[in-house]
């Protein structure tokens, strides 16, 4: 099981292009959540998504960013016109569950990270 | 509302005991979860508490309770970014801003 899957590792682009972060979850994992984190900064979450579909999208900058998580492939989220200020980590986590974090979810939704990719805006 | 609050940096020597706190507030019954997140790693698990295997929780609204994280006898290859995770019923995770943890030699 490989776990995780984020790329690319690195990505450099210039400002105004756009960039591209995918994510394969987990074997059996259908729930997809992307973090970012700023310089200095911690996580914050971004997006949760299930197969097909945007469950919570209230971390997400309102322009230019979007996510999906189609019936087959990776999740992939998308920046479009990047600015300097887009330049973070871009976190991947995917979990099996679909009940939420109460107790009796047991280990189903414990979080699964993927090693992260590191955006870098000229 | 739920929130999650960690101490942002903490700086000891080699062999000392660390208590990283992790103050929460949630309307409901959580889970928290300690995860590690070493430099050029995923982050990784390393602990899960919900309302069965902890005497922290009275059940109902929890105002801005510690659930910490102790290690003993650290070494230089626990420094790394720990950070606090609090679930609920939603399907929302909110993080702690993490806990830089940095030991010297």
């Known amino acids: 099981n490989a776990g995780v899957m984020q790329n690319p590792r690195h990505l450099v682009r210039r400002r105004g292009q756009e960039a591209r972060l995918r994510c394969s979850p987990m074997k059996g994992h259908s729930h997809v959540y992307w973090y970012r984190q700023l310089p200095e900064e911690g996580l914050k979450f971004m997006v949760y998504?299930?197969?097909?579909?945007?469950?919570?999208e209230s971390g997400m900058p309102k322009e230019r960013f979007s996510a999906e998580f189609p019936k087959e492939g990776p999740s992939i989220l998308r920046i479009q016109q990047v600015v300097r200020g887009d330049s973070a980590a871009y976190f991947c986590?995917?979990?099996?569950?679909?009940?939420?974090?109460?107790?009796?979810?047991?280990?189903?939704?414990?979080?699964?990270f993927g090693a992260g990719s590191r955006l870098t805006v000229l | 509302s739920n929130s999650v609050k960690q101490t942002g940096q903490i700086t000891v020597s080699e062999g000392a005991s660390v208590t990283m706190n992790c103050t929460y507030t949630?309307?409901?019954?959580?889970?928290l979860f300690w995860y590690v997140e070493y430099p050029s790693k995923p982050l990784q698990l390393l602990q899960r508490e919900t309302m069965e295997n902890s005497k922290n929780f009275g059940g109902g609204n929890i105002k801005d309770k510690n659930s910490p994280i102790v290690k003993y006898s650290v070494q230089v290859s626990d420094s790394a970014v720990y950070y606090c995770?609090?679930?609920?019923?939603?399907?929302?995770?909110?993080f702690g801003t993490g806990t830089r943890l940095q030991v010297f030699p």
């Open positions: 949630s309307t409901g019954y959580p889970t």
């Open positions: 986590a995917t979990s099996l569950g679909n009940r939420g974090f109460r107790p009796e979810s047991s280990g189903a939704n414990v979080l699964t």
């Open positions: 995770l609090l679930g609920d019923c939603t399907d929302k995770l909110i």
């Open positions: 998504l299930q197969k097909e579909n945007i469950i919570d």
